[in-house]
């Protein structure tokens, strides 16, 4: 096998010029169902094309391009990634793994290299937390656990999930035909940045991931009472905030007394009714989110908690309710995938180390349906979820070089 020259350049200018499609008051910003992730999509569809993939939205809103193989009985290699991003995000999570695809994809068809197997791209939909508070949506229905319960999930402005796999251009009456066995997938790989800075401080190259960590939401709703802030004696407020801000601080608490397990807890968004400055906040709703490669722990954290912080907002006379939002296990990388990237870095002598992903990614859905891996890239200071995430053109190049020949080596020897 000789290495392979994907072509850095034009992998770069499309991701320049696909996170340029963004909320311009909100840099970065295209969110998952947004009349703006729909015209990063248009972008998608268009360079897929141009790329020599067949390419269709499938019944769960996932944009796929597809390459056929040469041997029709096998099942097909996936890459994928996702093109939504949090709310002011950075330019590099998920866009990174789709681009990464098509980039090797095409390259393939201007070698006149047919693989084996099937070769599909996926941009998977909604990898991260939507509006319906819902995350990894287009791999959950990949490995059919997108649920009739959770397609009736309402966003704030009261659309559906249902009529928003139907916005993207899916079918939320045919998710069935998205559904994959439990080895439907001969194998997974994505290439992410980091969002961590292991890489970076070590000078690696490439990260190998051993292991995607669990998480478990919650929905926790505080309820006290919304009475006029200036007429309302002190002792008379049952004030949500107030109760809210105390559970706030105690999963702060908590979680630092637990990290060494490695164990992490956030509290990242917060409604508050009827969010006025002069009105005693009547009812909080938040989502608090728990990571850790011990699935017990994630799950047990958020009961624990509430049995702690209650006979405190009792006293404040607010009602507290907890109700689980989503989980996901925590997810190990498969050795034969693991084993590609490895002998692909080493290859094109590139450093390689193992971590595990602190980070939550498809490849856990994907990994009910066959074998992940997935190639980590550094990513300036570990910085990501935030408008500073930042990447250099060869860090992006070194992830779809190794990609390139981790998918090869995928395809010489699986059956
Ligand atoms: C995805 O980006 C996540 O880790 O929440
Ligand atoms: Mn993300
Ligand atoms: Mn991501």
Same mark, same amino acid.
Not at 62 to 71: A, E, F, I, K, T
Not at 91 to 118: K, M, T, W
Not at 258 to 278: C, E, F, H, Y
């Given at each position: 096998?000789?290495?392979?020259?994907?072509?850095?350049?034009?992998?770069?200018?499309?991701?320049?010029?696909?996170?340029?499609?963004?909320?311009?008051?909100?840099?970065?910003?295209?969110?998952?169902?947004?009349?703006?992730?729909?015209?990063?999509?248009?972008?998608?569809?268009?360079?897929?094309?141009?790329?020599?993939?067949?390419?269709?939205?499938?019944?769960?809103?996932?944009?796929?391009?597809?390459?056929?193989?040469?041997?029709?009985?096998?099942?097909?290699?996936?890459?994928?990634?996702?093109?939504?991003?949090?709310?002011?995000?950075?330019?590099?999570?998920?866009?990174?793994?789709?681009?990464?695809?098509?980039?090797?994809?095409?390259?393939?068809?201007?070698?006149?290299?047919?693989?084996?197997?099937?070769?599909?791209?996926?941009?998977?939909?909604?990898?991260?937390?939507?509006?319906?508070?819902?995350?990894?949506?287009?791999?959950?229905?990949?490995?059919?656990?997108?649920?009739?319960?959770?397609?009736?999930?309402?966003?704030?402005?009261?659309?559906?999930?249902?009529?928003?796999?139907?916005?993207?251009?899916?079918?939320?009456?045919?998710?069935?035909?998205?559904?994959?066995?439990?080895?439907?997938?001969?194998?997974?790989?994505?290439?992410?940045?980091?969002?961590?800075?292991?890489?970076?401080?070590?000078?690696?190259?490439?990260?190998?991931?051993?292991?995607?960590?669990?998480?478990?939401?919650?929905?926790?709703?505080?309820?006290?009472?919304?009475?006029?802030?200036?007429?309302?004696?002190?002792?008379?407020?049952?004030?949500?905030?107030?109760?809210?801000?105390?559970?706030?601080?105690?999963?702060? !608490? /908590?979680? =630092?007394?637990?990290?060494?397990?490695? #164990?992490? +807890? *956030?509290? @990242?968004?917060?409604?508050?009714?009827?969010?006025?400055?002069?009105?005693?906040?009547?009812?909080?709703?938040?989502?608090?989110?728990?990571?850790?490669?011990?699935?017990?722990?994630?799950?047990?954290?958020?009961?624990?908690?509430?049995?702690?912080?209650?006979?405190?907002?009792?006293?404040?006379?607010?009602?507290?309710?907890?109700?689980?939002?989503?989980?996901?296990?925590?997810?190990?990388?498969?050795?034969?995938?693991?084993?590609?990237?490895?002998?692909?870095?080493?290859?094109?002598?590139?450093?390689?180390?193992?971590?595990?992903?602190?980070?939550?990614?498809?490849?856990?859905?994907?990994?009910?349906?066959?074998?992940?891996?997935?190639?980590?890239?550094?990513?300036?200071?570990?910085?990501?979820?935030?408008?500073?995430?930042?990447?250099?053109?060869?860090?992006?190049?070194?992830? !779809? /070089?190794? =990609?390139?020949?981790?998918?090869?080596? #995928?395809? +010489? *020897?699986? @059956?």
């Amino acid at each position: 096998m000789t290495a392979v020259a994907i072509d850095a350049n034009r992998l770069w200018e499309r991701i320049e010029a696909l996170s340029r499609i963004t909320d311009p008051d909100r840099p970065w910003t295209r969110r998952s169902f947004s009349p703006l992730f729909l015209k990063g999509r248009e972008w998608l569809v268009s360079e897929f094309r141009a790329g020599g993939l067949e390419t269709t939205v499938d019944a769960a809103g996932n944009l796929v391009g597809r390459l056929d193989g040469s041997d029709p009985h096998l099942k097909p290699i996936v890459i994928g990634s996702h093109s939504d991003t949090v709310p002011s995000g950075g330019r590099y999570d998920g866009i990174l793994g789709v681009l990464a695809g098509l980039e090797v994809a095409q390259s393939l068809v201007e070698r006149g290299e047919r693989l084996r197997h099937p070769l599909e791209i996926y941009d998977f939909l909604a990898e991260e937390p939507s509006e319906f508070g819902l995350s990894c949506i287009g791999s959950r229905a990949l490995a059919g656990m997108l649920s009739a319960s959770m397609l009736d999930l309402r966003r704030p402005d009261g659309m559906s999930l249902r009529e928003g796999l139907a916005y993207v251009g899916g079918d939320p009456e045919s998710l069935a035909s998205v559904k994959r066995s439990p080895d439907g997938t001969a194998a997974y790989v994505e290439v992410h940045i980091e969002q961590g800075r292991v890489l970076e401080q070590e000078g690696t190259a490439i990260g190998i991931v051993t292991d995607i960590v669990g998480i478990h939401r919650e929905r926790i709703t505080v309820k006290g009472r919304a009475d006029h802030a200036g007429a309302t004696p002190m002792p008379l407020r049952a004030d949500a905030l107030v109760g809210a801000a105390h559970i706030v601080g105690t999963v702060y !608490a /908590r979680a =630092l007394a637990d990290s060494n397990k490695p #164990l992490v +807890a *956030t509290i @990242g968004k917060l409604d508050v009714l009827p969010n006025a400055a002069n009105a005693v906040p009547g009812e909080v709703e938040m989502v608090l989110e728990v990571r850790c490669g011990d699935e017990a722990a994630t799950r047990t954290f958020g009961k624990t908690l509430i049995e702690e912080v209650r006979p405190s907002l009792e006293a404040l006379r607010l009602e507290v309710q907890a109700e689980p939002v989503s989980h996901a296990s925590p997810t190990p990388c498969a050795p034969v995938v693991r084993d590609a990237i490895r002998a692909a870095a080493s290859s094109l002598g590139l450093s390689s180390r193992d971590l595990p992903s602190g980070a939550g990614h498809d490849g856990v859905f994907v990994a009910l349906t066959g074998p992940i891996g997935m190639i980590f890239v550094p990513c300036r200071d570990g910085r990501s979820h935030a408008p500073e995430e930042s990447i250099e053109p060869h860090q992006a190049a070194d992830g !779809a /070089r190794v =990609l390139f020949e981790t998918v090869r080596r #995928l395809d +010489a *020897t699986l @059956g």
